[in-house]
């Protein structure tokens, strides 16, 4: 079935790094992402969010690109600090009027001081 | 403070002791959600509602219920528990799930261990 995975499962940067956190999905049909942070203890936390209809977007410290041509997602994280340890996931969902969001495994970044 | 409320935090029982993990939010929120989390598989969801009285099954729902009577509140029930649903478990909302273009706000998570 259709399925979204990631590339790397533990990413260790230095503080200060740019960090950069990759994620393949195969459904086509898919419309809307989101990437989530889940640090040691606690709830996925929301970070950022992308449509189809975008390649790119920022937030705070934050950006998603979206690639529809490969299949692609990636999160940017300029300037790594330790409290971005956490792991990160990718969430992808399509279609109206369900809500059955799939999501990746996850990776596991760590930030060393 | 909005947020999704567990509970319990840890809970440790044996096979066939029927249980049920709370979840309340206080966003006036209209879709919940049930997930498990399992090492090396990710979140997978368990059961949905797109509001009350709504409820359907997401991708994993063998062993479980759940219900909605309430906006704010959504169940998840083990009528038998097995040693296969230990897990960490999280509940979720979001304002209009339908839309299939929203965050989801997740709970802490409760640990779950079945013996």
């Known amino acids: 079935g259709e399925s979204v995975g990631l590339h790397l499962p533990t990413l260790s940067v230095q503080e200060g790094d740019n960090s950069i956190i990759n994620c393949a999905y195969s459904n086509s049909a898919s419309d809307y992402f989101i990437w989530y942070k889940q640090e040691s203890g606690k709830g996925p936390q929301f970070i950022i969010d992308?449509?189809?209809?975008?390649d790119k977007r920022q937030g705070q410290r934050v950006t998603v690109l979206l690639n529809k041509t490969v299949k692609h997602l990636s999160l940017q994280i300029a300037a790594t600090q330790p409290g971005d340890s956490a792991v990160y996931f990718c969430?992808?969902?399509?279609?109206?009027?369900?809500?059955?969001?799939?999501f990746g495994r996850g990776t596991s970044l760590i930030v060393h001081p | 403070e909005a947020q999704v409320t567990q509970n319990p935090r840890y809970l440790i029982t044996v096979t066939g002791k029927k249980l049920t993990v709370t979840c309340s939010q206080n966003?006036?929120?209209?879709?919940m959600s049930w997930y498990r989390q399992d090492p090396g598989l990710g979140l997978r969801q368990i059961y949905y509602s797109m509001n009350v009285e709504v409820t359907d099954k997401g991708d994993v729902p063998e062993g479980y219920k759940v219900s909605r009577k309430e906006k704010r509140n959504f169940p998840l029930i083990l009528e038998s528990p097995s040693p296969n649903q230990t897990s960490l478990y999280f509940c979720?909302?979001?304002?209009?799930?339908?839309?299939?273009?929203?965050?989801?706000?997740f709970g802490s998570g409760t640990q779950l261990s079945v013996l």
């Open positions: 979720a909302s979001s304002l209009y799930g339908g839309q299939g273009n929203e965050k989801l706000f």
């Open positions: 966003m006036n929120h209209e879709y």
């Open positions: 969430a992808e969902n399509i279609g109206r009027g369900s809500y059955i969001p799939t």
């Open positions: 992308i449509r189809s209809n975008m």
